[in-house]
């Protein structure tokens, strides 16, 4: 669900659409939907986003992801919250305009992000995280940064016990919008971010082995 139709809105929308997922979008201005191209499948609502009425008519108690993206920091920061604690949407997210306040919601636990088409980059990467995203490859592009979903059961773990087990190096944390540079007693906490270090053409076992459970030891 996105609300804001704007040029980051409908991007979104048309992105999320050709992945094949179901989508609906909402605005307060009916002329906003206009951007969406001629073809767009999914639903159009005409109304306040952070309004528990419009966001239900939307079907908010069965979206995966909620993402905010109008043109105001109020609107996108209260409506993000609404689908979060009212209506419990894990995957949030909402685009702040003032880096200071953008720092502060980070704090709370709401990811926001800045600018249109890293803007519609980043949402993505984090309502649909599925596979390693590399953020840095050195100059032969043998080696990457990379920012890789951890299932849920390493959590409690140290970051450092990972790497013989993927065969990489755990390099920092993004945690409540700080980074942190992973340490020998860095214990891995729910909401993390973690980024390795690794060979480009062995990121996909890397993902494949932090992605699901860790395998119990004989």
Avoid at 170 to 191: C, H, K, P
Wanted: with cysteine.
């Amino acid at each position: 669900m996105i609300m804001g139709c704007g040029r980051v809105g409908s991007t979104l929308a048309h992105i999320l659409e050709d992945g094949g997922h179901s989508v609906a979008i909402i605005d307060r201005d009916p002329q906003a939907f206009r951007r969406l191209r001629a073809g767009f499948r999914g639903r159009r609502v005409t109304g306040i986003g952070f309004d528990r009425d419009v966001l239900t008519d939307a079907g908010i108690e069965s979206a995966a992801a909620y993402v905010a993206v109008s043109s105001g920091d109020n609107s996108n920061i209260i409506s993000a919250r609404v689908a979060r604690e009212t209506f419990g949407v894990d995957n949030v997210v909402a685009r702040i305009y003032d880096p200071r306040r953008a720092e502060v919601y980070q704090r709370l636990g709401i990811p926001t992000v800045a600018t249109v088409r890293w803007t519609a980059d980043q949402i993505l990467r984090r309502v649909l995280p599925e596979g390693a995203e590399p953020l840095w490859r050195d100059p032969t592009g043998r080696v990457v940064l990379a920012e890789v979903p951890v299932h849920p059961s390493w959590i409690g773990t140290r970051a450092v016990d990972l790497e013989p087990r993927a065969r990489c190096r755990a390099a920092f944390i993004n945690r409540m919008g700080e980074s942190l540079v992973v340490a020998d007693d860095t214990v891995l906490q729910e909401g993390d971010i973690l980024h390795v270090i690794g060979a480009e053409n062995d990121m996909d076992r890397i993902n494949k082995v932090l992605a699901a459970a860790p395998e119990k030891d004989d």
